[in-house]
Nanobody, 124 residues
Framework: QVQLVESGGGLVQAGGSLRLSCAAS????????MGWFRQAPGNEREFVAT????????YYANSVKGRFTISRDNAKNTAYLRMNSLKPEDTAVYYC?????????????????WGQGTQVTVSS
């Protein structure tokens, strides 16, 4: 069993930045991908970014490419999502997720474990 806990959400003005963290605990000795998804009210959960175990491979949704950066620290079992140039349309609950077999990486049902989510609100 794996537990994921997100932190770092909050209220920020458009153009601002936030960094989300996701700490994993439990059965984390296997290599795994870490991903971020988000869900706005009335919308389906959508893929944001994902990163491989080594960090060599990263993938982003087109809507965040160039503004968001995903990273990880395996010594701390923690993944991060740095969000710059935030826009009101980035407002959502952000979830981190873990996948042992990340194909396809952009589908939520690929991921085996999920955090509880953290709210990000971007004001205009």
């Amino acid at each position: 069993q794996v537990q994921l806990v997100e932190s770092g959400g909050g209220l920020v003005q458009a153009g601002g930045s936030l960094r989300l963290s996701c700490a994993a605990s439990g059965r984390t000795f296997s290599s795994y991908y870490m991903g971020w998804f988000r869900q706005a009210p009335g919308n389906e959960r959508e893929f944001v970014a994902t990163i491989s175990w080594s960090g060599d491979s990263t993938y982003y949704a087109n809507s965040v490419k160039g503004r968001f950066t995903i990273s990880r620290d395996n010594a701390k079992n923690t993944a991060y999502l740095r969000m710059n140039s935030l826009k009101p349309e980035d407002t959502a609950v952000y979830y981190c997720a873990l996948a042992f077999k990340p194909i396809p990486y952009y589908r939520s049902n690929t991921y085996d474990y999920w955090g509880q989510g953290t709210q990000v609100t971007v004001s205009s």
